[in-house]
């Protein structure tokens, strides 16, 4: 396990949600928390529609977020899926698309300029997927990102890959994989980890929750603030899944094993940042 950041003051104890709640309390005012959506707020579902957050998270974020600097969800889903299914949540920001929308405190939903003009090639993209791959493949189109998914057809996975990136190759697209998905997406140099690593420039302190490969660059980012400056307390927490095994876990300091036991940490921080 990674250690903990505690600035230049080492735990004497191996790292556990008591001990890194704590740490955070000290400077809770300038700790932003964020969290993707999928796997990590939300259970994964077979139709990606129909997903909805864990049971208490919600509840859990509203009552965190007067005691820290900012929450913010950082997510594949595009800004407006977001708004609609975090339950009218105030003063939050939310990064879509990996970054290429934004939306700060419930305001307008702004684009990334670079990205636009590839809007046309993404929904052609999307009618081409829909009429060429197999029944069972399920086309998201996301306005810059269409993601293919074979939840439902596992046996389609290595098709529904071989030909996404290739598509990806043809048309100068990237390709971000997943649980269970291939996303395509244009050349703009938007990541989680570019999202993270703007927005700790000058905080105190960062916890990230994360469930999927895409995660790890946010992982890497707190690693990278930490490293450059010892008073930064960055804290990395995993929630754990068998589709992704062990390599987000290993790259976190904390894990958890579902969206609902997120509910229950968060819950139970509340009294040490109070």
Not at 263 to 274: E, I, S, V
Request: glycine share 8%; hydrophobic share 45%; proline share 8%.
């Amino acid at each position: 396990m990674p250690p903990l950041n505690l600035g230049n003051q080492q735990p004497k104890t191996p790292l556990n949600a008591e001990h890194a709640w704590r740490a955070t309390a000290a400077r809770a005012g300038d700790v932003v928390l964020f969290f993707d959506f999928d796997g990590t707020l939300a259970p994964v579902d077979d139709d990606p529609t129909a997903v909805r957050p864990a049971p208490n998270v919600l509840t859990a974020l509203e009552a965190l977020a007067p005691h820290v600097r900012r929450i913010a969800i950082v997510s594949a889903r595009p800004v407006d899926f977001l708004r609609d299914h975090l339950g009218g949540l105030a003063g939050i920001d939310l990064y879509g698309l990996y970054g290429l929308e934004h939306s700060h405190s419930g305001g307008d939903t702004v684009t990334e300029p670079a990205a636009l003009p590839w809007v046309p090639t993404m929904s052609e993209l999307a009618e081409q997927a829909r009429a060429e791959l197999p029944p069972g493949t399920l086309v998201e189109f996301k306005r810059l990102s269409v993601a293919l998914h074979w939840r439902t057809a596992p046996h389609l996975g290595d098709l529904v890959q071989e030909w996404g990136r290739a598509q990806a190759e043809r048309l100068g697209l990237r390709a971000q994989p997943g649980r269970m998905v291939l996303e395509l997406k244009p050349p703009v140099d938007r990541d989680k980890g570019m999202v993270i690593g703007e927005t700790v420039r000058d905080a105190g302190g960062a916890w990230y929750f994360g469930d999927d490969v895409s995660d790890i660059k946010a992982f890497a980012a707190l690693r990278a603030r930490a490293a450059a400056d010892p008073d930064f307390l960055g804290i990395c927490v995993a929630v754990a899944n068998p589709e992704t095994g062990h390599e987000v876990a290993d790259a976190a300091d904390l894990t958890l094993d579902s969206p609902a036991a997120l509910a229950d940490f968060l819950t139970a921080a509340l009294p040490h940042l109070r």
